[in-house]
């Protein structure tokens, strides 16, 4: 059955420092996601990417962070300086025409 | 009022019983309506997903969906131990986003 793979599956990093989650969404999908839940909390919406572009961002979502589909299969979220509140885990999801969302396992980020 | 809103639980019920989830919402405009099942630490797993009102049934998962009472609802029956997970509904309107209610922990007990 086809999945959505995040890599890492851990990252810890300083505050301060950039990072980049990495996705494979599946393969016929046209639409992709980044999601975060913060320990406790709800799965927030975060970013729509279509078309190589952003269709819709969150509030959450700022000058911080970028979205890349550098290829044919990959799909990352960058942050480019971190900061304590930024630890949740990111999960990253897409979906056909049909816009039911699969979502990945997620990357747990842990800012020091 | 919150966007959607859905009981922490937890929920404890014996093996074999049904268990009943629910969701409330406040924005009409939402269309289409999802429930996850999450186990802890990983990503949400999608179970049913219905467009508009009415029912839907997938073996031991049935979906409503009444638009009018902006009220979501899922039933398992038959529950088993692997069925104890958080229950999460998610809805979203003709746009992308895709809103979460907390989630539900269920626990289904041997």
């Known amino acids: 059955e086809p999945e959505v793979t995040q890599t890492p599956s851990h990252q810890v990093t300083q505050m301060g420092q950039e990072v980049i989650l990495r996705c494979v969404p599946i393969?016929?999908?046209?639409?992709f996601y980044w999601y975060r839940q913060i320990l406790g909390q709800k799965v927030e919406f975060l970013v729509s990417f279509y078309n190589n572009e952003i269709s819709e961002k969150s509030e959450i979502f700022d000058d911080q962070f970028s979205v890349e589909r550098p290829d044919g299969s990959n799909f990352t979220l960058k942050i480019r300086s971190t900061k304590l509140e930024d630890s949740a885990m990111y999960f990253c999801?897409?979906?056909?025409?049909?816009?039911?969302?699969?979502f990945g396992s997620g990357t747990q980020l842990s800012v020091l | 009022q919150k966007e959607v809103e859905q009981d922490p639980g937890p929920l404890s019920v014996p093996e074999g019983a049904i268990v009943s989830l629910n969701c409330t919402y406040s924005n009409s405009a939402f269309q289409y309506f999802m429930w996850y099942r999450q186990y802890s630490r990983k990503g949400p797993e999608l179970l049913m997903y219905t467009y508009s009102s009415g029912n839907k049934e997938d073996g031991r998962f049935t979906a409503q969906v009444d638009k009018s009472s902006k009220y979501i609802s899922l039933f398992i029956r038959d529950s088993q131990p692997s069925d104890s997970a958080t229950y999460l509904c998610a809805m979203k309107a003709a746009g992308n986003k895709l809103t979460f209610g907390g989630g539900t922990r269920v626990l289904v007990k041997p």
């Open positions: 393969s016929n999908h046209l639409y």
């Open positions: 999801a897409s979906s056909g025409t049909v816009r039911q969302l699969f």
